[in-house]
């Protein structure tokens, strides 16, 4: 009987009491009223209407001192009745420009030009402005996140409402989300193709209403390329995403002051060859070169921007060492991925002595593959700096270990992805290279768009704030993303601790688009969602519906060498693929059945080990723990559906070979190349059973 009540209460339990208790909260007395049929009284509103005040969650909120403000109000007041009009104005100029002039003295560094310095503490100012504004207005939407989103899909739409998509999808009956729902279907770049290629021929007012000033080119990792179209609407939108990020960031480290008036080290390979130019004549890249980052900057990087412009990679990336290492007060380094700035540490450690030699001589080796005009303004740059190679040779003679700190006592922090599979790359960097300063992945951004802001950089997991002005969001719960067309929740309907595929409506006249990223719930900002990135929809391992990903995986891998110190130092790369594959490239071996093959390198304590007996023993290991924490995976063993992980040990350096054999044989350019975590390309599976030990 009592188990019958208790059936009734759970089953009878109101709908907005459920709807509260599903995301952590009592329900509201006006939440109850609603669910028992009658009009809220005025006593209910107002109790709510105070809860509602005390239960906000103000972090992220813009505090004003009104104190202050008054002052300021009544002091302007007060002053045309104690001092002429004009001397006001005169008097308000000149304390404006004294302020202006001691600021921007006090942290100009003289290492950088006046001009580029003076430009970017104005443009940093203005910025600050906008991003006090969005911040504002990001606290306030996430108060009514429904309506704050409604509002983004209707002004995402009519930005389109004069294209030839809108009228044939008949865009313009949409009155609400529901209708929005329920008359358009999810998407993906197969259904937008032919518009975009109309696009890239020239043609206007195809798929967006303004013409795109750039077309950002996908990497290619899980299929074709793709070109999305980046008009000056979405440019506006990015910028005041980006401005409030800058807001929040500051904050928590340190930004306007490493950003302000000092070069930052940018990692980037922007070089002519990624670019193409359509016969629209509108150019086509990654997103990485896009002119919204640099147009207008002048040389605020510690490079000359004409280092961009050379073709060959490894040059590049060269001639970015020698600026970064002579410039002493280096506070940030901007590397897009954490992959790209582990290996220009690597290659930091494997090139010092010839750095240091050009340092101290002034000059840039000269079997780099540069053009005599380039290494012509280069060199312009370049003065012998004695005492600062004498320093680095110090330095790097001591080995590499925190190595970033020692040589840049000003450097806090390091912006760039670590999160899929970059993580593997921050793991190594943290232990080695860059122990004492932040890792701080700022952002879930794809060419699609910016999707989320990483308010907590101290976060040992990054998470990220949803942006509700930027896009629409859906989530699809992730047990139904193998459905054509699955059900998806809206922002409000997302539960703490569950996994979704992200799908977005944009003002680049994709709706409903299916971008494949893979998120977990794991907190709320007032409404809005916060969520840590998992993987790439169907990167993983699914032989027999066991949906291994890549994120197990690695943490698989890492859990396991781990458990076998004695015997393994490090996890240096790896990637997988079903062993299907290799039957297809006509590899045989001794093991039957069904199994997962894994190609790790990895660094052994004893040099003389066997590593085909090492990764023996970690395959078993990695084994027992996947099986232990993947509840469809230890049923397949147990019923030896599928046997035990097959692992392939891999010579040293063979992942970097992998980056350059995918550079030399792919259109993607070196800014955007992302290791592939499950290959499903039969080229790539023979190239690392061609690097095996």
């Known amino acids: 009987m009592a188990e019958e009540r208790s059936t009734r209460r759970v089953s009878g339990l109101d709908k907005g009491a459920f709807e509260a ?56 007041a007060l002053l045309p ?33 006046f001009k580029v310095a003076a430009i970017q503490y104005f443009k940093v100012r203005v910025v600050e402005l906008l991003g006090l504004y969005n911040a504002w207005l990001y606290h306030r939407n996430s108060l009514n996140v429904r309506a704050a989103q409604e509002a983004t899909l209707l002004t995402n739409l009519a930005a389109n409402r004069d294209t030839e998509y809108y009228r044939d999808h008949n865009l313009g009956s949409i009155e609400n989300a529901s209708d929005f729902l329920q008359s358009q279907p999810l998407s993906k770049y197969d259904k937008y193709r032919p518009y975009v290629d109309r696009m890239l021929q020239g043609e206007l007012k195809v798929l967006t209403s303004e013409v795109p000033y750039y077309f950002g080119k996908t990497s290619g990792t899980t299929g074709l390329p793709a070109a999305i179209p980046i008009t000056p609407f979405i440019k506006k939108q990015t910028l005041a995403a980006i401005a409030c990020f800058l807001f929040y960031a500051d904050r928590k480290v340190p930004w306007k002051k490493l950003h302000n008036l000092r070069p930052v080290w940018k990692i980037s390979y922007t070089n002519p060859k990624v670019l193409e130019k359509t016969p629209s004549g509108i150019i086509l890249g990654p997103m990485s070169a896009n002119p919204l980052w640099t147009k207008g900057m002048g040389e605020i990087y510690t490079v000359p921007s004409v280092t961009f412009q050379i073709e060959d990679s490894s040059a590049s990336g060269y001639v970015q060492l020698i600026f970064a290492l002579r410039y002493r007060d280096l506070g940030a380094i901007e590397g897009t991925f954490a992959s790209i700035v582990y290996f220009s540490f690597k290659r930091m450690e494997a090139d010092w002595r010839s750095l240091v030699e050009n340092i101290r001589n002034g000059t840039i080796r000269q079997d780099l593959n540069i053009s005599d005009d380039i290494r012509e303004i280069l060199l312009a740059h370049l003065k012998p700096d004695q005492a600062r190679a004498d ?56 060419t699609e768009g910016f999707m989320a802001l990483n308010m907590w950089p101290y976060n040992k997991t990054p998470r990220y704030a949803l942006i509700p002005k930027l896009h629409f969001y859906e989530f699809i719960p992730i047990d139904l993303t193998g459905e054509a067309q699955p059900r998806t929740l809206l922002m409000d309907q997302v539960e703490i601790g569950h996994d979704y595929e992200i799908v977005i409506t944009s003002a680049n006249g994709f709706n409903r688009y299916r971008i494949g990223d893979v998120v977990r719930v794991v907190g709320f900002y007032n409404q809005i969602p916060l969520v840590e990135f998992r993987h790439r929809a169907g990167a993983n391992l699914n032989i027999k519906g066991e949906k291994v990903t890549e994120l197990s995986m690695i943490q698989c891998l890492t859990e396991a060498a781990h458990r076998m110190p004695e015997k393994i130092k490090e996890i240096v790369d790896y990637t997988s693929c079903e062993n299907v594959m290799l039957d297809v490239v006509g590899f045989k071996n001794d093991r039957k059945g069904s199994y997962h093959v894994l190609f790790v390198e990895l660094t052994s304590i004893n040099r003389d080990a066997n590593h085909s007996t090492l990764a023996a023993e970690l395959a078993s290991v990695y084994d027992e723990i996947l099986r232990n924490t993947h509840y469809k995976y230890i049923e397949l063993r147990t019923t030896k559906s599928l046997d035990e992980v097959l692992i392939y040990p891999i010579q040293a350096g063979g992942f970097s070979r992998l980056r350059d054999y995918l550079l030399k044989t792919t259109s993607v350019s070196p800014i955007q190349l992302k290791i592939p975590r499950v290959l499903l390309k039969k080229e790539i599976v023979t190239f690392m059973l061609n690097e095996r030990v």
């Open 81 to 113: 009745f104690l001092l002429p009009i004009t001397s006001i104005i005169i008097g308000s100029l000149l304390l404006g420009s004294l302020f202006v002039t001691i600021d921007f003295l006090g942290g100009w560094n003289p290492e950088w030009s």
């Open 21 to 76: 208790a599903r995301h952590g909260r009592r329900a509201s007395f006006v939440e109850r009223a609603v669910d028992q049929g009658r009009r809220p009284s005025i006593l209910e509103r107002a109790v709510d209407a105070i809860q509602a005040e005390v239960n906000v969650n103000t972090e992220l909120a813009v505090v004003f001192n009104f104190t202050y403000l008054w002052v300021i109000v009544a002091g302007g």
């Open 391 to 446: 320093f680095l040779e110090e330095q790097f003679e001591e080995g590499f270990d925190n190595i970033a700190a020692r040589i840049w006592p000003e450097m806090k922090l390091i912006n760039c992805i670590t999160t899929g599979p970059f993580e593997i790359y921050a793991k190594h960097l943290r232990e080695k290279y860059t122990k004492d300063i932040l890792l701080y992945s700022a952002s879930v951004v794809a």
